[in-house]
């Protein structure tokens, strides 16, 4: 079984930054799809960012021009740096992974931005 785990979140003064880590183990490929979800009280979990195992990148629009996803494939981790931070991207952000038939999730860290 895979597993991912998260480190990087915390508290940051609005327009801060912050580095998110999410490092995965197991039976894992060097070329698995994977990207970050958050999730806010009341609200859906929605995609932030994604990378494929080719390297292609997207975004969402609330951060684009603001966060960065890359992936160290030697350590099967991926991060996303999150600068100018609003008080909307407070949340539970959640890396997750990508296999063929089956989507590993990590435990979640949060994320709170403010004054």
């Known amino acids: 079984q895979v597993q991912l785990v998260e480190s990087g979140g915390g508290l940051v003064q609005l327009g801060g930054s912050l580095r998110l880590s999410c490092a995965a183990s197991?039976?894992?490929?060097?070329?698995?799809?994977m990207g970050w979800y958050r999730q806010a009280p009341g609200k859906e979990r929605e995609l932030v960012a994604t990378?494929?195992?080719?390297?292609?990148?997207d975004y969402a629009d609330s951060v684009k021009g603001r966060f960065t996803v890359s992936r160290d494939s030697a350590k099967n981790t991926v991060y996303l740096q999150m600068n100018s931070l609003k008080p909307e991207d407070t949340a539970v952000y959640y890396c997750y992974l990508d296999t063929p038939f089956h989507r590993y999730w990590g435990q979640g860290t949060q994320v709170t931005a403010s004054s």
């Open positions: 197991g039976s894992v490929l060097s070329r698995n799809d």
């Open positions: 990378i494929t195992g080719g390297g292609r990148i």
